[in-house]
């Protein structure tokens, strides 16, 4: 991956088109600019221009003029790019006022963002009627975040721990800094959004950190990215009405026009991870596709646009840059737990800077120096170790995922198609090897697990078993009545004899369960644990239905108890996880039926004659006394 060179526009969505899940049923999404070779996914010279124009009629003046306009004391209409430079081919900036600028006036609070009390029979929310055709977006582009905000230059935001100040002409907005609320682990959230922000953020942290958002949304109102952060959220509450916020949301994505620009990639990815959960793996699916196409569209694959969506702060170009990332993740994941959907963004080159710890983005301290894959691929063979952030190894733990499903996909029988299987096996080993002594612990000294290194090991495991298994001597017909999160394929060829394979395949599950039992209530962890913990029950049920060595029977029964207990538990919290739970209990069911039901035939079948044989060989082996002898007789007679 090193010396990445970004995608043309029409290269990156080539692979997204080839996807079959492009069938998708949305008006708004298809009425996008075509794009070429030769287009820049942004708005043209002449849309900007017409927006800048609509903007000075209806707001006659503005706060701040441009550098041009203000030298020669001429009028500006505080266009990201104003009428006047446009005309003239000008550099058009814009400095901090040196009368200062007090910030807009307090919105209107009809005009907030849509919260939770939905009557949705009238459409109504909180006594205001509501649809998603009433919501104002704003501005319905890819540059709607340029056009809403103009980069502060260097000195002119105050910063507190990098905090951020963005300023604009018009309509301005402020994200400063706010010391994270202290939530006590035993306190419960007590609405959908503070659910979100305790349980789910963590672990899938691109958006902004809570304190900076909330700062942000006072100002901007967001509704959509609202309503997905509601729906989340509420499936952690069981009094939420989280269908409600589905059925919401879900009209305002697909049935309103929403601004094509990032906030609503982060709504759709959100909107997506959750439909998963919710065991609605289809239109999951499709939901995602639509937020990759657009990013793609953005250009979020490239590593300018959190630059230029940053507006000078430090904090929301990492959460552009997680945003990508996140994408990444989320689409190795489905083609990962279900092997008829491909992986498209595995192929885009990128050049996005990898995300920092995460101590760092929710303290707003963002490093200076950015490092990227290159450098990543590039530090086994630097001089001195070079630690990076537990993002980045769940960043190519997901890569090593994405080589094993091409691999997988390859024909079995052409041509070295053997030697690809120890290359990728070989990156399973390497990635554990080179994790440096303090990236191998996944808790600190107070016992908090690192979620990120934690969905590290969950992908490496569920990667060693997707290599591993097809290729084993654990067949799949002893299991194929459990159809989710798992794929029925085929028995493949193997690199080495099969018994290695089952070997490698057996630890990984085994890995899953260790990962059970860290110190972290299960509700803390990703939803895609679910999958991962059906992955390791599937090997386990089948290594026990028959070639489980002696002594080793009642160590892989407390695996499969323990991976039932992780399915029980985490279907009170996903729907995903109830269903998957009745079908791994319904196969180790019938599996230990049929098990005693071999032993009970066994002895049944086993004559008198032949029992008289097996304890005289007992007495010869361990030198039994007549009297026990002539005892067993007796019973026997």
């Avoid at 995602?288 to 250009?299: K, P």
């Avoid at 493949?492 to 085994?510: C, Q, S, Y």
């Avoid at 509700?523 to 999958?531: D, K, R, V, Y």
């Avoid at 996903?574 to 009970?600: D, F, R």
Wanted: net charge negative.
């Amino acid at each position: 991956m090193s010396n990445m060179v970004p995608l043309s526009p029409a290269q990156a969505m080539s692979f997204v088109h080839q996807d079959p899940r492009a069938q998708i049923d949305h008006p708004w999404w298809p009425q996008g600019p075509s794009i070429d070779d030769n287009t820049n996914v942004t708005l043209s010279t002449e849309a900007i221009s017409q927006r800048s124009a609509s903007v000075a009629q209806a707001k006659s003046s503005v706060s701040v003029a441009c550098i041009a306009c203000r030298s020669k004391h001429l009028k500006c209409d505080g266009g990201v790019r104003c009428s006047r430079c446009q005309s003239e081919g000008l550099t058009c900036q814009y400095v901090k006022s040196r009368r200062g600028w007090r910030g807009p006036r307090k919105a209107k609070q009809a005009e907030q963002t849509a919260t939770k009390t939905i009557n949705w029979h009238s459409g109504n929310i909180n006594g205001s009627q509501f649809s998603p055709s009433s919501v104002e977006f704003g501005h319905n582009d890819a540059s709607s975040i340029d056009n809403n905000l103009t980069t502060s230059t260097a000195g002119t935001s105050p910063s507190i721990g990098n905090g951020v100040q963005l300023n604009r002409p018009r309509g301005q907005f402020q994200v400063t800094y706010v010391p994270p609320p202290q939530i006590p682990e035993n306190n419960p959230p007590t609405n959908a959004k503070s659910a979100f922000f305790q349980y789910f953020w963590g672990t899938h942290p691109f958006l902004l950190p809570q304190n900076y958002l909330t700062e942000l949304m006072r100002e901007r109102p967001l509704p959509i990215l609202q309503l997905a952060i509601e729906f989340l959220g509420s499936s952690y509450l069981p009094n939420e009405p989280t269908e409600v916020y589905r059925d919401a949301l879900e009209r305002s994505l697909f049935q309103g026009s929403p601004p094509r620009d990032g906030y609503t990639v982060q709504a759709l990815l959100i909107y997506a991870i959750g439909l998963h959960a919710h065991d609605n793996s289809q239109r999951a699916t499709q939901v995602l596709l639509v937020a990759t196409s657009m990013a793609l569209e953005l250009g979020m694959h490239r590593r300018d646009f959190s630059v230029k969506n940053g507006h000078g702060s430090p904090i929301l170009e990492e959460s552009w840059r997680r945003t990508w990332w996140e994408l990444f993740i989320v689409d190795g994941m489905f083609a990962g737990v279900n092997q008829s959907v491909s992986f498209p963004l595995r192929d885009v080159m990128t050049d996005v800077p990898l995300p920092c710890e995460e101590d760092e983005y929710i303290s707003g301290n963002i490093p200076h120096q950015l490092r990227t894959l290159s450098d990543y691929d590039d530090s086994s063979f630097a001089s001195e170790e070079i630690v990076f952030s537990s993002a980045t190894y769940r960043i190519d733990a997901m890569r090593i995922m994405g080589r094993i499903l091409a691999v997988s996909a390859l024909d079995p029988n052409a041509p070295h198609a053997w030697h690809a299987v120890d290359v990728v096996d070989a990156c399973l080993v390497n990635w554990q090897l080179h994790l440096p002594a303090e990236k191998k612990e996944l808790t600190d000294r107070n016992g908090k697990v690192d979620e990120m290194l934690f969905q590290a090991f969950m992908i490496w495991s569920g990667s060693s078993i997707l290599l591993h298994r097809p290729r084993s001597t654990l067949y799949f017909r002893d299991v194929e009545d459990i159809k989710k999160c798992v794929s029925q394929c085929q028995t493949l060829t193997p690199a080495t004899d099969r018994n290695t394979h089952t070997a490698k395949a057996v630890r990984a599950a085994g890995d899953v369960s260790k990962l059970i039992t860290l110190p972290t209530p299960l509700q803390n962890h990703t939803s895609f644990f679910t999958c991962m913990v059906v992955m390791a029950s599937v090997v386990n049920l089948s290594y026990w239905s028959f070639i489980v060595p002696d002594g080793e029977d009642g160590l892989i029964k407390e695996h499969i108890r323990l991976n039932i207990g992780v399915l029980r538990t985490l279907s009170d919290l996903w729907p995903v996880a109830s269903t998957v739970l009745k079908q791994v209990k319904g196969v180790a069911h019938e599996m230990l039926a049929s098990k005693k039901a071999m032993s009970i035939n066994y002895w049944n079948s086993i004559a008198g004659d032949e029992i008289q044989t097996l304890i005289e060989d007992a007495e010869v082996d361990d030198g039994m006394d007549g009297d026990a002898s002539e005892y067993v007789q007796g019973v026997n007679a």
